[in-house]
Structures are given as C-alpha cells and as structure tokens.
C-alpha cells in the first residue's frame, strides 16, 4: 500500500509515497511524576509578535446558503474572528476576537435564527480580553471560556430566558520568563513564503467530560476544577510541562479531547523562540488516566530537527521513492500539535503542523503514525496554513482549514498504517485498497469559494455542523 506525501527540507521539497513503518517502535509508558511548583505571579500582557491574516475584502451577504447547506449565520459586528463554538441542538455558545470589542462570548438561539452577547464584559477590562481561547460548556444553562491574560470564566443562568451570572478566576503560570515577546498563553510562528503571515495559536482553553469534570490549560500547566477542604472549586495544578534537561525549552498545552473522564488527551509542544521566525517546536501528546500523566509521543528538538524522547513514541513514517526503494525513518521535521480529537479510546488524533494528523494509539503495540488528508486543497492561497481543526463523531472525521470543511471516515485502524484520508480518486491512483476515504463539503457560497480560515468545525451531531472563522459563523442542519 502507497500513497503520495511531501517531506520538506528547507528550501527542497520531495515528493514520495509513503507508507507505514513496517516495525512497531515500542516504548515504555510509566506514568511520570508532576512538578507541584508553586504559583506565581501572572504575566503581563503581551506585544503582538505581528500581523494576522484577517483582511476586510470579499465579505459576502450574511444570509447566502449554498447547495449542500451552509449557510452564513448574521453576526452582531462586523468584525468578530470566531475562534471556537460549542454546539447544542437549538444552541450554540462561541468565543471570539475583536479589535474593537475585545473578547465576547456568543449564544445562537436556533428558534430566533440569531446571535447575542451573553458576556459581561469584564473580561476586557484594562489588560484582558486581548485574544481568546477556548470555549466547553456541559449544559445550555454553563458555560466556561478562557481569554488572555489566564482567566477562565464560568457562568451559570436558571434557564434559557435568564441572564448569565459569571466568575473568573486567573491561571497561575509556571515557568520560565523569555522576554516580551514571548506570551505564555499563546505561541507565534512566521510562515514565510509568497503571502508571509504570522499564526497564533492560543495556550489558554478549557474542557471537560461532565459538568464534575472539567479542565483547564494556560503555557505548560494542566488544571483540574476541584473542591479542596470541602470549599469551594478552583482550579488546582495537577501537571507541569517541563524538562529538567532542556532548560532552553518553552513550552505550551494546545487543546484537550478525550472519550470519558478515564481518559483525556492533551495536545502539547515545546521547543524554543527564533527572534525573527517565532516558536520552532516538536510535538507532544499526552494521555491522563486514573493512574495520572504520561507523554505518549514526545521529541526533543535537537540542532533544529525532532528526535523521539527515550520512554515515549516518535512519530514515524516509511518513505518509498521512485528508483531508490523504501526508506524507514522517523518525521523530524518541526510543527506543533493542536487540536485534538479522540477516535476511539486508547487514541487520539492531533493536527500537526497544519499540514497533517498524528494518530497516536496505545492499544496494542503503542504506535504513533503521521498520516495526510489527500486530494482536499484549499481554495485558494494555497500558501497560508490547511488545517485548523479535527472533530470525530462516530464514524465522522471532521477537519477545517483555509476555506475548507472536510468529512473523512473514522479509520483508526487504517491510519495505524499511515493512510491517512484520501478523495475516491486518490485512493485509485496511489492503488490503495481498504483505505479511509475523505469528501469536501464545499463552503463555498454564492458560488465563490471562502477565502478565509476557518478555526474550528464542530457540531452536536453529524447533522448539525457548525464552521467558525473571521467574520463567519456557517451552519449546516442537513446530512
């Protein structure tokens, strides 16, 4: 089995057909012990690292639908970047960005067809609010969300018809000072290539399986909602991201996903700061389980490649090249891992420098395997980053990217092999049998293609899809 993947070396890109190692790369995965440093002060706000890569052009009508059912939902301002949502049924709660209002906290009310601020808006009091990050609420009636500098918020109404009443609290940071432009809450990396663009990626979110459950990440600390003494919850450092033998490192937590409060994923990386290119890192994955935390795949980086840490897995491919044969290797090219997804328990899922996804599984030989999305392009401006976000449900596999949203089969076992998600067509031509395919459900309305990113897909259901991005909020009722 074959297909088509692209290894890049500075300025020389190789094409080549890649398949999966054909030796299980075995390691030990004894839960490690957590650093319980204790807090100290909070940052101060960051400078920008640079420019996003909104623009203001080619909005078109809000109310547009296109032929397999998106439809651009009316936002309250203009110029609101969504960053996350959180679908119900007939609700939906979503986080975003604005250079004018700050941080604000959406609810859509499907009986209305409409949006509505459900914030206070003390998160943008003077010093917050400057950027989002995540948002999980267990029930319609709470809600949490973080945004910068460190706050998690909680709110809880009655019903429906009832304002929410909020509380905050803020995350302690643990580690190292590197300067002002260097934000524990969020990583930066220049994309240098013909459109140069800066991407952020926020290191402040929060998540859970239950409403007693629940989650919160800021740089490289890991917090869990307890009550301590019969208190009151707050929030109580239970993981540190951090190595005694790479004192240079930052480090950052990404995203969390997980199949029961037996098992929650974190998606991590760490690496170091280049004045002029940002944040060059590898990629971490982290499992915690009754028994508590282990690095799952993990590499340090070392004279700018990523090599596989001794106790955890590396991420590993088996090159083909024309002419040359088969080639085992290790990928040990740089990128950072975001979102997260849990396809089954046991493993999980986790974009991977916006280009591909790790599969990490444990079941078994434990293995961690790259694997890309064939034959699903961006619409254009194929320069900026592909993909955002990953969401499963069922037998769904969901990503979002530029301009893109994606429905690919849910194929643990076929990405164990590093077949990734290919179109029908791709599957034909790199003569694949028994692999997961993929189809794109096209954005694109009023017969123009989207030409923005689109951060996080995500839905109550696989027939009640949500699609978020700068100055977009697309839904989609329909299989």
């Given at each position: 089995?074959r297909?088509?993947?692209?290894?890049?070396?500075?300025?020389?890109?190789?094409?080549?057909?890649?398949?999966?190692?054909?030796?299980?790369?075995e390691?030990s995965?004894?839960?490690m012990?957590?650093?319980?440093a204790?807090?100290?002060?909070?940052?101060?706000?960051?400078?920008?690292?640079?420019?996003?890569?909104?623009d203001?052009?080619?909005v078109?009508?809000?109310?547009?639908?296109?032929?397999v059912?998106?439809?651009?939902?009316?936002?309250?301002d203009?110029?609101?970047?969504?960053?996350?949502?959180?679908?119900?049924?007939?609700?939906?709660?979503?986080?975003?960005?604005?250079?004018?209002?700050?941080?604000?906290?959406?609810?859509?009310?499907?009986?209305?067809k409409?949006w509505?601020?459900?914030?206070?808006n003390?998160?943008?009091?003077?010093?917050?609010?400057?950027?989002?990050?995540?948002?999980?609420?267990?029930?319609?009636?709470?809600?949490?969300?973080?945004?910068?500098?460190?706050?998690?918020?909680?709110?809880?109404?009655?019903?429906?018809?009832s304002?929410?009443?909020?509380?905050?609290?803020r995350?302690?940071?643990?580690?190292?000072?590197?300067?002002?432009?260097?934000?524990?809450g969020?990583?930066?990396l220049?994309?240098?290539?013909?459109?140069?663009?800066?991407?952020?990626?926020?290191?402040?979110?929060?998540?859970?399986?239950?409403?007693?459950?629940?989650?919160?990440?800021?740089?490289?600390?890991?917090?869990?909602?307890?009550?301590?003494?019969?208190?009151?919850?707050?929030?109580?450092?239970?993981?540190v991201?951090?190595?005694?033998?790479?004192?240079?490192?930052?480090?950052?937590?990404?995203?969390?996903?997980?199949?029961?409060?037996d098992?929650v994923?974190f998606?991590?990386?760490?690496?170091?700061?280049d004045?002029?290119?940002?944040?060059?890192a590898?990629?971490?994955?982290?499992?915690?389980?009754?028994?508590?935390?282990t690095?799952?795949?993990?590499?340090?980086?070392?004279?700018?490649?990523?090599?596989?840490?001794?106790?955890s897995?590396?991420?590993?491919?088996e090159?083909?090249?024309?002419?040359?044969?088969?080639?085992?290797?290790?990928?040990?090219?740089?990128?950072w891992?975001?979102?997260?997804?849990?396809p089954?328990?046991?493993?999980?899922?986790?974009?991977?420098?916006?280009?591909?996804?790790?599969?990490?599984?444990?079941?078994?030989?434990?293995?961690?395997?790259?694997n890309?999305?064939?034959?699903?392009?961006?619409?254009?401006?194929?320069?900026?980053?592909?993909?955002?976000?990953?969401?499963?449900?069922?037998?769904?596999?969901?990503?979002?990217?530029?301009?893109?949203?994606?429905?690919?089969?849910?194929?643990?076992?076929?990405?164990?092999?590093?077949?990734?998600?290919?179109?029908?067509?791709?599957?034909?031509?790199?003569?694949?049998?028994?692999?997961?395919?993929?189809?794109?459900?096209?954005?694109?309305?009023?017969?123009?293609?989207?030409?923005?990113?689109?951060y996080?897909?995500?839905?109550?259901?696989?027939?009640?899809?949500?699609?978020?991005?700068?100055?977009?909020?697309?839904?989609?009722?329909?299989?």
């Open positions: 089995m297909r088509f993947f692209l290894l890049a070396s500075g300025s020389l890109v190789l094409a080549a057909v890649v398949a999966c190692a054909a030796s299980d790369e390691g995965l004894a839960p012990n957590d650093g319980g204790s807090p100290g002060p909070g940052p101060e706000a960051p400078a920008e690292a640079g420019a996003t890569v909104d203001d052009g080619g078109r009508p809000r109310s547009s639908c296109n032929d059912g998106w439809c651009a939902t009316d936002l309250p203009p110029d609101l970047s969504l960053k996350d949502i959180w679908p119900f049924e007939a609700r939906a709660f979503a986080i975003a960005e604005s250079d004018s209002l700050g941080t604000k906290v959406l609810e859509w009310t499907e009986s209305t409409s509505a601020y459900v914030d206070d003390s998160q943008n009091d003077y010093g917050s609010g400057h950027y989002a990050g995540k948002i999980w609420a267990p029930s319609e009636n709470e809600v949490y969300y973080a945004t910068a500098p460190g706050l998690i918020y909680h709110g809880t109404r009655a019903n429906p018809s304002p929410f009443a909020w509380d905050s609290a995350l302690a940071y643990e580690g190292p000072d590197r300067g002002p432009d260097v934000d524990p969020r990583a930066w220049l994309r240098a290539s013909i459109f140069a663009s800066v991407e952020y990626a926020p290191a402040i979110g929060v998540w859970g399986t239950s409403a007693d459950d629940v989650y919160a990440w800021y740089g490289n600390r890991i917090f869990h909602r307890e009550s301590v003494d019969g208190g009151p919850p707050t929030w109580v450092a239970e993981h991201e951090e190595d005694g033998t790479a004192p240079d490192d930052t480090f950052y937590v990404f995203g969390a996903a997980g199949s029961s409060s098992e994923w998606a991590a990386s760490h690496g170091r700061y004045a002029a290119k940002g944040f060059v590898c990629s971490t994955m982290l499992r915690r389980t009754p028994d508590g935390y690095r799952v795949m993990d590499h340090a980086l070392t004279n700018g490649s990523c090599k596989a840490k001794p106790g897995l590396g991420l590993m491919f090159v083909e090249i024309p002419g040359y044969g088969k080639i085992a290797r290790p990928w040990t090219q740089p990128g891992a975001t979102s997260v997804a849990s089954r328990p046991g493993s999980a899922v986790a974009i991977v420098d916006n280009a591909f996804f790790a599969f990490v599984d444990t079941t078994g030989v434990p293995v961690a395997r790259g890309q999305i064939v034959g699903a392009d961006p619409p254009t401006r194929t320069s900026n980053p592909y993909f955002h976000s990953v969401w499963i449900n069922g037998d769904h596999a969901w990503f979002s990217g530029w301009g893109l949203v994606i429905d690919g089969e849910n194929a643990p076992d076929v990405w164990r092999q590093c077949l990734g998600l290919m179109t029908p067509d791709a599957l034909v031509e790199n003569g694949i049998d028994g692999g997961a395919t993929l189809s794109i459900s096209s954005t694109a309305l009023n017969g123009a293609p989207l030409d923005r990113p689109l996080q897909v995500r839905g109550s259901s696989n027939d009640n899809l949500w699609a978020v991005g700068p100055r977009y909020a697309l839904h989609k009722k329909t299989p």
